[in-house]
Every structure is written in C-alpha cells, then in structure tokens.
C-alpha cells in the first residue's frame, strides 16, 4: 500500500465517549432505544461483570484447594514410609 493510495476506511462505531444511548451494544439486535433498556443493559453487564469475577475467584480457590490435597497426600505418604 503506498501513500497515494485513497483507499478510506470508516469506522462503524463510534470510538470516543458521549452522552448518546441509542448505541449497539454487543451484539446487532441489542440496540437499546431508550434511556430505560440503556439502564437495564448497563445493569446487565454489571451483574455479568459481577458473576464473572466470581467465577474466577472460585476458580482459584479450587486450585488452591486441590493444591493442598494433593500435598497433604504426598505428605502422608512420605510420613508411611
């Protein structure tokens, strides 16, 4: 591609912050029209933000629990012998 070149690209969304609520969120067919459904999507992604960090904590705990077992296991065969 060289310089002369004048071929353009247009940007779809927009990609600066603004005071508009009629915007496509995630997915084409979720495009809230009013301010109430914008709310309502807000608190969607917050709760599924929520549940999501959750998981990732009760992913690190399981970890760390069988981490434990499985040390506690080496240790009592160590200590049989």
Known sequence: ???TDSSH???TMK?????????????????????GPFIGSWFA????????EGLK???EYLLRREARREF?????RRNAL
């Open 72 to 76: 506690t296991e080496t240790e009592n």
């Open 15 to 35: 990609m600066y912050f603004h005071a508009g609520y009629m915007e496509q969120i995630l997915f084409e067919n979720w495009m809230p029209m009013t301010v």
């Open 57 to 59: 904590t009760f992913r």
């Open 1 to 3: 591609m060289t310089m």
């Open 9 to 11: 690209h247009s940007m």
């Open 45 to 52: 992604i917050f709760v599924i933000a929520i549940l999501y």
